[in-house]
């Protein structure tokens, strides 16, 4: 079986959101706390960070450069330098509780971003979605920790979790790809780890990153496990998959709350990992703006 390496030589804060640019055979993620995105060139091993005001909590590359960025306050587009151009939204939510988090697009070329409740005293986080002209609207609520979204090939199902609640879900879609009511899709025990961010294969098996669970898993159309990988560090954060044959499983991970003695055990905690895999995944497409 395949073990995961390390990338390059870097550990960040809370790296998610990690999106493959086929254009640019180089990986983009955010580092959430440190209001960065961050751009490694594969061929090059160039590394660029761009900084921002505030928490990046998810981001998509946009159709003709440039991106669109959810941070703490709201949604805005911007450059490929990292300047703000246009406010999109304000955060929906109230946001001295809750900063966006994980997002990304749909088939469709629409994006989305939920949010994450700090209080935890109720379900008080919620998904938002750009639509193509712009317009945004609230399509979930009654969630804790927004993550996990990813979109099936055959554009029937789309896939969120709730990391706190120890759940994946998953929606039917229509041909436009509105949502319908969401179903729980797998529970999670005490031990396993939670889920947090995903991605989708080609042959219709959710990838989950299980944090504070020491893995990835694949899981099956009906919720199945499949396989299991493991990681040298806690706390894995998101998947996506990349490479010219988009075979290989980009893995971010997190220090996030970590006590020193947890770092200096495993300083490979906020790294990120690849995994070459034996099925492709399903190709994320920008941010498209009509």
């Known amino acids: 079986m395949a073990e995961p390496r390390v990338l390059f030589d870097y550990t960040g ?37 761009l900084s921002f005001h505030e928490e990046v909590g998810c981001f998509a590359l946009r159709e003709g450069g440039g991106f669109i960025v959810a941070m703490r306050t709201g949604i805005w587009l911007a450059d490929k330098h990292g300047l703000l151009q246009r406010k999109v939204c304000d955060n929906p939510s109230n946001p001295q509780l809750a900063r966006f988090n994980d ?19 109720y379900n008080g986080a919620l998904l938002m979605r750009i639509d193509n ?4 609207e609230v399509i979930q609520c009654d969630i804790h920790g927004h993550n996990g979204l990813a979109f099936s090939d055959d554009r029937r199902w789309m896939y969120t979790s709730d990391t706190p609640n120890a759940v994946i879900y998953r929606t039917p879609l229509d041909e436009q790809g509105e949502p319908g009511k969401r179903e729980v ?22 990838w989950s990153a299980l944090f504070d669970g020491w893995r990835i898993a694949r899981f099956s159309p009906q919720g199945e496990q499949l396989e299991e990988y493991r990681l040298p560090v806690r706390c894995p954060t998101m998947v996506c998959f990349g490479g010219d044959d988009m075979q290989t499983l980009f893995i971010t991970t997190t220090r996030e709350n970590m006590e020193p003695e947890e770092v200096a055990a495993y300083p490979l ?22």
């Not at 025990?189 to 098996?205: R, S, T």
């Open 13 to 49: 804060h809370l790296p998610e959101c990690p999106t493959w640019s086929e254009a640019e055979s180089a990986l983009y993620w955010a580092d959430i706390l440190e209001g960065e995105i961050h751009r490694y060139h594969l061929p090059t091993g160039e590394h660029r960070v």
């Open 103 to 121: 997002g990304g697009t749909d088939h469709f070329g629409r994006f989305y971003a939920g949010t994450f409740w700090a209080p935890g005293d």
């Open 133 to 136: 002209d712009l317009t945004p």
């Open 185 to 206: 899709f797998r529970r999670f025990q005490p031990g396993e780890g939670i889920p947090d961010g995903a991605a989708v294969d080609v042959e219709g098996c959710y």
């Open 269 to 290: 905690s906020g790294a990120i990992f690849t995994l070459p895999v034996s099925v492709a995944g399903v190709k994320k497409g920008p941010f498209i703006a009509r």
